[in-house]
């Protein structure tokens, strides 16, 4: 019984791992540093859904599925960083928290870099509705794993915007996002107050 139960065991830790691990894809991060690229970090402040994620698009902080969202809390003229706040769990009492930061904020603002050196890009976003977020994580030159996540205001996201962004992003020149959408069914709104 003993022998069955650390079989299962090792199984599911062998499954775990596999499912945790990220594609790699050949050549360095395609993000692109434009010249005098404008974005209204202000704008972008507050509350978004994680409606579309890329399978490997989230860190430490993230979880990927149930009830989630993603709050922007205010920008720091100083330092040029955003905090940002995951709220989850069906009353999104679970939360984490992290700081993104600028470095090119003269040159492309929409560039920032988290904690641990991955890069972060707002590729498109209209403020109000919808916004594609693409990142890139263990770029070593040789290889690096594409992260893409779709935002919204709202819980939902149509097909056509959906689809529209996806081609942006690809002929921006990351690879097809395998895209897994959440299922808000049962959320109930929650915009943070602390």
């Keep these: 019984m003993i022998a069955m139960k650390m079989y299962v065991f090792v199984f599911l830790l062998s499954v775990l791992v596999a499912v945790g691990q990220s594609a790699k894809i050949d050549g360095p991060c395609p993000i692109k540093i434009k010249q005098i690229e404008t974005f209204d970090s202000n704008r972008y402040l507050g509350k978004w859904w994680d409606v579309y994620a890329g399978s490997n698009s989230y860190g430490s902080c993230g979880r990927g599925s149930g009830c989630q969202l993603t709050y922007y809390r205010l920008y720091h003229e100083d330092t040029h960083a955003i905090p940002i706040n995951y709220y989850y769990g069906p009353t999104y009492s679970s939360g984490c928290s992290f700081v993104i930061y600028q470095t090119d904020y003269d040159v492309d603002s ?44 709202n819980m939902t996201m149509p097909d056509e915007v959906r689809d529209r962004l996806v081609k942006k992003l690809v002929d921006y020149g990351f690879a097809e996002p395998n895209l897994v959408a959440h299922d808000y069914t049962g959320c109930k709104d929650f915009t943070p107050t602390d």
């Design 110 to 153: 929409r560039l920032f870099y988290d904690a641990d050196d991955n890069s972060v890009y707002v590729l498109d976003t209209d403020y109000d509705s919808y916004s594609v977020e693409i990142g890139c994580a263990n770029d070593d030159g040789v290889t690096h794993e594409e992260r893409v996540i779709l935002r919204s205001r």
